[in-house]
């Protein structure tokens, strides 16, 4: 239909229409009639002023193209698919005019960031792959900017649009090198991750790590193995995402990188942890904090979401203090770099800190404003999780309703998309609020509510191999019974599994004993280099 009209107007117009629809928005006359002189429009709108653009936009063009009352135009998606080929040698030229106005760099914003994401589709529809890549590295960071925002869908659609299908992952090898492509399909992953787009994730980031493995990039696939690995583990699949991180350490130790081997340890206690595996998890993290510490100029440890993970691991069993302190240090090294994704998830922890310690009102402070960002960077993942704990959140504090809104929310992000590990702790969230419901007015709907929420989370934990998940649903269970003055014994069964996974000889501060043991390190080593052959 659209062709059928397309061959009834005029050049003049089919090029006015096409020069609308080089731009994704609303965008002067004066902008497109200085557009209208590249060679690619043949002088097909020479002499044109804005005038004439008005009064064939409102008469015969209406419909097609809009008139706003700023004097700016624009044309429907449908319209720019059709008009927009008779002009693609423009461009490069267009794209520049899009983003005239904004600051040199890496943008700061995401309305900003969209119009750059809106140029590189440009670019590439027209086959200009260097660019785009260009633009990309340089008003993105190379897509760092999508973290530090940050903006998880905007970062998977400005990658997508390179690898897209077979045929742009073909030209992108042609055009930029295999090793560009990969860096694509990794980022559409790592994005894709990030925003709760399961599907998304699991097709690229298998296809990335495919990549590195053939082009035999050590760095880059244990890179990639770990976004894997992390995938897998939101999946609930902890054994193929340890297979992937186990694979990361190997290659990382193979080639001596250090940092690699930090991160993979990390991830390794954060997937062991997931599992119960106490001794793994702890040996994981003091190992990849060890190295942190060894290494980082200032004695830092962990840091990132690395720290995140140890801090979550420490709280859990039963060392606030150092999960705290660890977190504090973390959120302060964050903040200066700008890294706002992972500024969130330190608030979203040191909430969930607070409300263990008792203090709801800071709890919710942090949860609040961990919720603001991972929502407005489109990060879904990590706001389920945020949302199970302003659940907990808002049911200590009385407001159930409240509660129950925050919980549905988290499972209705979860459920969906197969994030099983945030879905069991929304369900465990779930009957807890429900016992709390029955305590206040034994309500027999809310009790057996709470007793499907308590089953089914129980269910996923034990299905996944996801330990401390399993012991949430099993206090959820106990909740339930201290509710109704009842005895089923999952507070007895709660209190075994606690005593296998919370060890009586554990480190209390573990981060301590890991500066200490670095110090001795570095003492020992300086005595060996002073002293003579004789004394050592």
């Known amino acids: 239909m659209l062709d059928f009209y397309a061959n009834r107007l005029s050049d003049s117009d089919r090029y006015l229409l096409a020069a609308i629809s080089l731009f994704a928005r609303p965008v002067p006359v004066a902008a497109v009639l200085a557009l209208a002189k590249h060679d690619a429009f043949g002088g097909h709108l020479a002499g044109w002023k804005s005038a004439r653009v008005q009064a064939a936009i409102r008469d015969r063009l209406a419909g097609l193209a809009s008139w706003h009352l700023d004097e700016t135009v624009s044309a429907h998606p449908l319209i720019r698919d059709t ?29 900003n960031a969209l119009r750059v994401v809106e140029a590189v589709e440009l670019l590439l529809d027209a086959g200009q792959w260097q660019a785009a890549d260009n633009l990309n590295r340089v008003r993105t960071g190379n897509g760092e900017i999508w973290k530090n925002l940050p903006a998880a869908r905007l970062g998977e659609r400005a990658a997508i649009a390179f690898v897209a299908t077979s045929v742009r992952r073909h030209t992108c090898v042609k055009q930029l090198g295999a090793r560009r492509r990969a860096f694509y399909l990794s980022s559409v992953g790592l994005f894709a991750l990030y925003a709760g787009d399961l599907v998304t994730a699991r097709e690229f980031l298998p296809l990335s790590v495919g990549q590195y493995r053939d082009d035999r990039d050590a760095h880059d696939l244990a890179i990639s193995l770990r976004n894997l690995a992390d995938c897998y583990g939101q999946l609930g699949n902890v054994t193929a995402a340890r297979d992937a991180a186990v694979e990361a350490l190997g290659i990382a130790e193979s080639v001596g990188e250090r940092g690699s081997v930090l991160a993979s340890h990390a991830y390794l206690g954060w997937l062991a942890g997931l599992r119960g595996e106490t001794v793994d998890a702890e040996d994981h993290f003091v190992a990849a904090d060890q190295i942190e510490v060894t290494d980082d100029p200032n004695d830092a440890h962990l840091y990132s979401l690395r720290g995140i993970w140890w801090a979550e691991w420490l709280a859990r069993t039963g060392r606030l203090g150092p999960a705290k302190k660890l977190t504090d240090g973390n959120l302060e090294l964050c903040r200066s770099y700008g890294w706002n994704q992972d500024v969130a998830r330190c ?84 009957a807890r609020i ?29 299905r996944h191999q996801l330990t401390w998940y399993e012991l949430d649903a099993l206090h959820a269970h106990a909740d339930l019974d201290h509710a109704t003055h009842a005895d089923h014994g999952w507070a007895d069964q709660a209190n075994v599994l606690h005593g296998r996974l919370v060890l009586p000889n554990l480190d209390p501060d573990p981060p301590t004993t890991v500066k200490q043991r670095v110090a001795g390190s570095r003492t020992s080593k300086r005595l060996r280099f002073t002293q003579s052959p004789t004394q050592i």
Do not use: M, W
């Open 83 to 111: 008009f927009r080929p008779l002009v693609l040698g423009a461009a490069e030229t267009a794209a520049e005019s899009a983003l005239a106005g904004l600051p040199v760099g890496k943008v700061t914003s995401r309305t």
């Open 434 to 462: 429900q016992s709390s419901i029955v305590a206040v007015n034994a309500a027999p709907d809310s009790l057996a509510r709470g007793r499907d929420a308590a089953d089914a989370a129980l269910r996923l934990a034990i």
């Open 347 to 430: 608030r979203e922890l040191l909430g969930r800190l607070a409300l263990k310690a008792g203090r709801a009102a800071t709890a919710r402070r942090h949860l609040a404003a961990a919720a603001v960002v991972f929502r407005d960077g489109d990060l879904l993942t990590e706001l389920a999780t945020t949302l199970v704990d302003l659940a907990e959140c808002t049911r200590v504090a009385g407001d159930l309703e409240a509660a129950e809104h925050n919980v549905s929310e988290a499972i209705a992000i979860a459920g969906p998309r197969g994030l099983i590990v945030v879905q069991s702790a929304a369900l465990s969230a779930r």
